[in-house]
């Protein structure tokens, strides 16, 4: 009789590893022939230099990683995370050019003597200029950080191809393998196929 139920719980356990289609062997080599010939294909249509420059072996590594779709989740994340801050930051720069706008005119309802006016205003708009790009250098420093962040998040989740550079070629690759697994991710993978 125990045999019995050894044998029942054995097949039931078989039947859940089939049922289960990521402890399937076969779905996942599907899956990952399906992503990727999607890659090359999106790869065909880079720019040459770039195409030299992501090679087959990150191509079939990058479509390794993808085989969960953890990958997908922490890029969407990352993707909204960017959207805000640069929403965030837009709001910064209209601030600080409202705030100038809003000086100028106090001057102008102040200063009644159209020279003492005109030279105020020359004085403002060195003032605000030299304003404006300490607030663009600022912008562009959290920006390159936000960066930074991004790329060392996808590095310890293991993607291929990313780690933490300043290096302009290098940044471009990155963001066309982004461009690849937003792709990938709208889409679907039919596993009956």
Do not use: C
């Amino acid at each position: 009789m125990e045999n019995t139920k050894n044998i029942e719980t054995s097949a039931k356990l078989s039947d859940d590893a089939i049922a289960d289609p990521f402890s399937n062997q076969e779905y996942l080599q599907r899956k990952l022939y399906f992503l990727l010939e999607h890659l090359k294909k999106m790869h065909g249509d880079l720019p040459e230099q770039y195409q030299m420059r992501i090679s087959y072996d990150l191509l079939a590594g990058l479509a390794n990683s993808l085989l969960n779709d953890t990958i997908f989740e922490i890029v969407k994340g990352l993707m909204e995370i960017q959207h805000v801050t640069e929403a965030h930051l837009m709001q910064v720069r209209e601030k600080v050019e409202n705030d100038h706008q809003l000086e100028l005119k106090q001057w102008e309802s102040k200063i009644q003597d159209p020279e003492e006016l005109e030279h105020i205003v020359a004085l403002m708009k060195i003032k605000h200029g030299k304003n404006m790009k300490e607030t663009d250098m600022k912008l562009v420093l959290h920006l390159d950080q936000k960066v930074k962040d991004q790329q060392s998040t996808l590095e310890k989740a293991g993607v291929p191809g990313f780690y933490v550079t300043d290096n302009q070629k290098e940044i471009n690759i990155q963001m066309y393998l982004l461009d690849f697994i937003l792709r990938l991710s709208r889409i679907k993978f039919e596993s009956n196929k």
